[in-house]
């Protein structure tokens, strides 16, 4: 591997790949994982890249690569595993994405594959992976990451949603995308049904996200939203009617999951009654023909049985159709 000119390191173990990502974590660094398989082996064509933008890139920003060869890192944590060993732990928070808990599952998902897989670290926070040598993308990537931006306690007063920031996102930038947002804030509101098409609309304009524009949510527009209050309180007094929502949604999944159970029963039940029906078709001698037309009638049974009971069902979707926000008018901003 010295054709990368120690731009790279070069890691073949669980603490060895941990320890690369904890330092550029603790530094505020940026970290790419090039991880292969031994079989097929790192990518050589993208070495001058790294090289090249690893030269190029300002020393504030901190940037390592890392050669990481899943099939031996995967086979010591397995050994370590089976031994009954603990991995070592993270210790604060914002370091959890930098432990095996977070990226074992990921190298497991490239394991054995001829193309490599890239991993972007951002202080200690999975930004990106992308699959093959795609040298653009990555390059493109790349350069956005190690522009220096400008942090987000610029525009973040509120020490809560400062902290909430830092959590989930990285501390030096000001925007993150729009899905990353939202996963944040399924996780701190605790949403347990997706936003409808009418509230993301309206989370998109609070948030000051226009149509024509790159869905990122900045900084200094959720500050707006959020003031002095919680993240919570500002969900609940945007979207009032989203929790009546959520819960006819889980009634009408538990409707579903009784159905599908119930139906299981209807058809277990018809297979045992059909059996019966059978035995005393052939010890009464009958043919074939009417050992069928008792199966026909069994289930036809079972079928009249079964749309009785979705009846129930079909009403309580139409009452979660009725309580859907998407029906009413935004609620009013300040």
Same mark, same amino acid.
């Given at each position: 591997?010295?054709?990368?000119?120690? +731009?790279?390191? %070069?890691?073949?173990t669980v603490a060895q790949l941990q320890e690369q990502l904890q330092l550029s974590a603790r530094e505020g660094g940026i970290s790419v994982v090039d991880a292969y398989s031994t079989k097929w082996g790192f990518c050589r064509a993208i070495a001058p890249t790294f090289r090249r933008l690893f030269l190029e890139a300002d020393e504030a920003t901190k940037l390592r690569f890392i050669t990481a060869d899943?099939?031996? +890192?995967?086979? %010591?944590?397995?050994k370590a595993e089976a031994a009954g060993g603990a991995h070592a732990k993270a210790g604060k928070k914002e370091l959890a994405e930098t432990t095996p808990e977070f990226w074992v599952p990921l190298l497991r998902k490239h394991e054995g594959k001829a193309k490599p897989a890239f991993f972007f670290f951002k202080e200690g926070k999975l930004v990106k992976s992308i699959e093959g040598c795609a040298t653009p993308q990555i390059i493109n990537l790349l350069k956005d990451m190690t522009t220096v931006k400008t942090p987000a306690d610029e525009f973040i007063q509120n020490p809560t949603l400062l902290e909430f920031w830092g959590e989930n996102f990285n501390a030096s930038d000001s925007e993150v995308p729009l899905d990353r947002f939202q996963q944040a804030l399924n996780s701190v509101c605790k949403l347990t049904v997706p936003l409808n098409d009418a509230e993301l609309t309206l989370l998109k304009e609070t948030l000051h996200i226009k149509p024509a524009q790159i869905l990122v949510v900045h900084a200094e527009s959720l500050q707006k939203w959020v003031g002095d209050g919680t993240l919570m309180q500002a969900f609940t007094s945007t979207f009032p009617l989203y929790e009546e929502r959520a819960i006819q949604a889980r009634k009408f999944r538990e409707l579903e999951q009784q159905e599908q159970g119930a139906r299981a029963g209807l058809a277990l039940e018809g297979v045992v009654e059909l059996e019966a029906e059978v035995r005393v078709g052939q010890e009464q001698g009958l043919n074939w023909e009417a050992v069928g037309v008792l199966r026909d009638e069994v289930w036809a049974q079972q079928e009249v049985e079964f749309q009785t009971m979705t009846t129930t069902t079909t009403t309580t979707t139409e009452a979660a159709d009725a309580a859907?926000?998407?029906?009413?008018?935004?609620?009013?901003?300040?």
């Open positions: 591997m010295g054709d990368k000119d120690n +731009i790279a390191k %070069d890691v073949t899943v099939t031996q +890192i995967l086979a %010591d944590y397995d859907d926000p998407a029906a009413t008018e935004p609620a009013q901003k300040e």
